[in-house]
C-alpha cells in the first residue's frame, strides 16, 4: 500500500469540474510540498502541478491544485476527452527519506 | 530541447546484475538532480532512487536499500542505475527524470526519458 492515498478511479461528464484527492501524513504532505503527474495510456509520466498548486509552461489552467494539512487535490473543471489518464501525487517523506507517490487514480471522461 | 534516453533494459534472471543508462541532452545536467522512477506492468509508479547534482547524496527506497546504486558521470551527462540481485518484482519500466536544479528555485520530476523495460525471470 502506497504511502499516499488516492481514489483507484474518478470520472466525470465533458464540461465537468472533477476533483481527486491524494491524502498523506506529518511526515509528507503535512510537512512538504505535493506534485501530481498526468500518465496518459502508454506514455511516461507528465508534470502537471508542482509545490502545491504550480503549473508547469503548457499545462492548461483548468487544472489547479491545493493542500491542506496532510491532505491535497487536484481539480481539472471544464472535463475533456483528452483528461482521460491516470493521475498521480507525490510528496517527499521525512520518515522514509525519499518519496512517496500515490497509488494513482485512473479518471475516466464519460 | 530536453532529452532523457533510457538504455540497459532487457530479460534478466533472478540474482543476477543490470545496469541502467539515462542519457542526457538539452540542459545543463550537472547542475540537475536526478531520479529513478518505476512502474511495474499495470501498477502504479514507484520511486527508486535520487542523486543530487554533484552526486553527493543519494536516497533510495527502502525496497532498493542495499541492492540498487545511483550514480552519475556528468562529463558524459549520463544517469546510471546498477542493480543487483535482481528478483521478480523488480520487472517493471524505468524511468529517469530530473530533480531540482543547484540553487535554484525548482521543481523535481520536470522532465521525464521514455523508459526501459526491464523484466526479471528465470
Known amino acids: 500500500q502506497s504511502a499516499l492515498t488516492q481514489p483507484p478511479s474518478a470520472s466525470g461528464t465533458p464540461g465537468q469540474r472533477v476533483t481527486i484527492s491524494c491524502s498523506g501524513s506529518?511526515?509528507?504532505?503535512?510537512?512538504?510540498?505535493v506534485y501530481w503527474h498526468q500518465q496518459l495510456p502508454g506514455t511516461a509520466p507528465k508534470l502537471f502541478i508542482y509545490?502545491?498548486?504550480q503549473r508547469p509552461s503548457g499545462v492548461p489552467d483548468r487544472f489547479s491544485g491545493s493542500k491542506s494539512g496532510t491532505s491535497a487535490s487536484l481539480a481539472i473543471s471544464g472535463l475533456r476527452s483528452e483528461d482521460e489518464a491516470d493521475y498521480y501525487c507525490?510528496?517527499?517523506?521525512?520518515?522514509?527519506?525519499?518519496?512517496?507517490f500515490g497509488g494513482g487514480t485512473k479518471l475516466t471522461v464519460l | 530541447q530536453v532529452q532523457l534516453v533510457e538504455s540497459g533494459g532487457g530479460v534478466v534472471q533472478p540474482g543476477r546484475s543490470l545496469r541502467l543508462s539515462c542519457a542526457a541532452s538539452?540542459?545543463?545536467?550537472?547542475?540537475?538532480?536526478m531520479h529513478w522512477v518505476r512502474q511495474a506492468p499495470g501498477k502504479g509508479l514507484e520511486w527508486v532512487a535520487v542523486?543530487?547534482?554533484?552526486?553527493?547524496?543519494?536516497y533510495y527506497a527502502d525496497s532498493v536499500k542495499g541492492r540498487f546504486t545511483i550514480s552519475r558521470d556528468n562529463s558524459e551527462n549520463t544517469l546510471y542505475l546498477q542493480m543487483n540481485s535482481l528478483r521478480a518484482e523488480d520487472t517493471a519500466v524505468y524511468y529517469c527524470?530530473?530533480?531540482?536544479?543547484?540553487?535554484?528555485?525548482?521543481?523535481?520530476?520536470?522532465?521525464w526519458g521514455q523508459g526501459t523495460l526491464v523484466t526479471v525471470s528465470s
Open positions: 527524470a530530473t530533480g531540482t536544479i543547484f540553487g535554484v528555485v525548482s521543481p523535481d520530476f520536470e522532465y
Open positions: 538539452g540542459f545543463t545536467f550537472s547542475t540537475y538532480g
Open positions: 542523486i543530487l547534482y554533484d552526486g553527493s547524496n543519494k
Open positions: 506529518n511526515s509528507n504532505i503535512g510537512s512538504h510540498y
Open positions: 509545490r502545491n498548486n
Open positions: 507525490a510528496a517527499w517523506d521525512d520518515s522514509l527519506s525519499g518519496w512517496v
